[in-house]
T-cell receptor, first 114, second 113 residues
């Protein structure tokens, strides 16, 4: 069965560069969540989308933006990268419908800022 | 291939019952193991993690997990569940600070008051 696909798996950027992370949800999933997990840290919710509209916003820096496209894939755009942005970024998708629909996770994108 | 299997899709318990959620992994090399929880209406939280050392790991809210290398398992346990433990629990395996995470499909726990 198709899973949540994230690309790239690994990304190395320098400070002040930009990065774009992509998340392809499971077909027919209309809700996407983005999380950031720094080394040794708890996951931090960044942002979520439902039907191409932002549905919830967490601790996403102003330097970051995200959107969900008509095919329901989502992109997280990160500008003016800082060393502290080095983390694992993972996304999850589900079919909206209360809390009963299973959540599926991608394997994450490992971003390293040097 | 790397994978994480959670044996139970939905577990229903009464309050004060003991809990054990199974998690088995397939991962080459050094593995770090995690349990995450998502409470209804909330976002994902980290319950506990194992990197190395004592294979019995204690997490928040009275949860613990035991890493058994020979069984490729990292089962989550709690001696006495509460209604507030109703949530979805995810096991994940990763390859350290430079690795990615492989999530299991999750186990929904419903605790009846």
């Amino acid at each position: 069965a198709a899973g949540v696909i994230q690309s790239p798996r690994h990304l190395i950027k320098e400070k002040r560069e930009t990065a774009t992370l992509k998340c392809y949800p499971i077909p027919r999933h209309d809700t996407v969540y983005w999380y950031q997990q720094g080394p040794g840290q708890d996951p931090q919710f960044l942002i979520s989308f439902y039907e191409k509209m932002q549905s919830d916003k967490g601790s996403i820096p102003d330097r970051f933006s995200a959107q969900q496209f008509s095919d329901y894939h989502s992109e997280l755009n990160m500008s003016s990268l800082e060393l502290g942005d080095s983390a694992l970024y993972f996304c999850a998708s589900r079919v909206r419908g209360g809390n009963n629909s299973p959540l599926h996770f991608g394997n994450g994108t490992r971003l390293t800022v040097t | 291939a790397q994978s994480v299997s959670q044996h139970n899709h939905h577990v229903i318990l009464s309050e004060a019952a003991s809990l054990e959620l199974g998690c088995n992994y397939s991962y080459g090399g050094t593995v770090n193991l995690f349990w995450y929880v998502q409470y209804p209406g909330q976002h994902l939280q980290l319950l506990l993690k194992y990197f190395s050392g004592d294979p019995l790991v204690k997490g928040i809210k009275g949860f613990e997990a035991e890493f058994i290398k020979s069984k490729f398992s990292f089962n989550l346990r709690k001696p006495s569940v509460q209604w507030s433990d109703t949530a979805e629990y995810f096991c994940a395996a990763g390859g350290g600070s430079q690795g990615n995470l492989i999530f299991g499909k999750g186990t929904k726990l419903s605790v009846k008051p």
